[in-house]
């Protein structure tokens, strides 16, 4: 009796194997969507706007594990906007001619989306400020970014220019990367 549950066993694994390249595809799990910053000029100040997968942002960050319970459409509380200054001011700078821009986090909620390729998830928005020069060319800036890719290798960030009164633009797209246990700076310019 054993010998023939082992033989229907094997069978069956060895069918599942052989089917496995035709259906691997309808199992396989779809992850979130990566990182995008969209930025903006606004008389002497750059705007950015991050929009991050909650889920994705608390394996990274554990800290801001109250985000999950928190409700969308909302701003944050003040406690929780501190602690997220805190961490994004360890993963995103900005820079200009060499020197840092300080980045000041203006306002944050939750956004709830829902996609067919990722189904129901939670997104945060944050919108930072910085001052620059007062000029329309903001460019060339140097951005280094690492929020959560320095925990999920596999996350990305799509960085955007948006001009008044006109489509964002693409003008970066990029996945973790480090130099000497550092992230890569990214130059931005317009295409």
Avoid at 2 to 12: D, Y
Avoid at 49 to 61: R, Y
Wanted: without cysteine; proline residues 7%; glycine residues 6%.
């Amino acid at each position: 009796m054993i010998p023939a549950l082992l033989r229907q066993a094997g069978q069956a694994i060895a069918l599942a194997l052989l089917l496995l390249p035709f259906f691997g595809g309808l199992v396989s799990a779809h992850g979130l969507p990566g990182t995008v910053l969209i930025l903006s000029a606004d008389g002497d100040a750059l705007n950015v706007a991050v929009q991050v997968p909650v889920d994705e942002l608390i394996i990274a960050a554990p800290a801001l594990i109250r985000f999950e319970k928190l409700p969308a459409d909302h701003d944050l509380p003040a406690d929780q906007m501190a602690q997220l200054a805190e961490y994004f001011a360890l993963h995103f700078k900005l820079a200009a001619n060499g020197t840092d821009l300080p980045l000041t986090l203006l306002q944050a909620s939750l956004q709830n989306n829902q996609s067919v390729d990722h189904g129901a998830y939670s997104m945060l928005i944050a919108n930072f400020a910085a001052p620059h020069q007062g000029s329309d060319n903001v460019f060339p800036l140097q951005l280094t970014y690492d929020a959560v890719m320095h925990e999920i290798r596999s996350h990305s960030a799509t960085v955007y220019w948006q001009a008044a009164d006109a489509d964002p633009i693409g003008i970066a797209e990029f996945f973790y990367q480090e130099i000497d246990g550092k992230p890569v700076k990214q130059r931005l310019t317009l295409p």
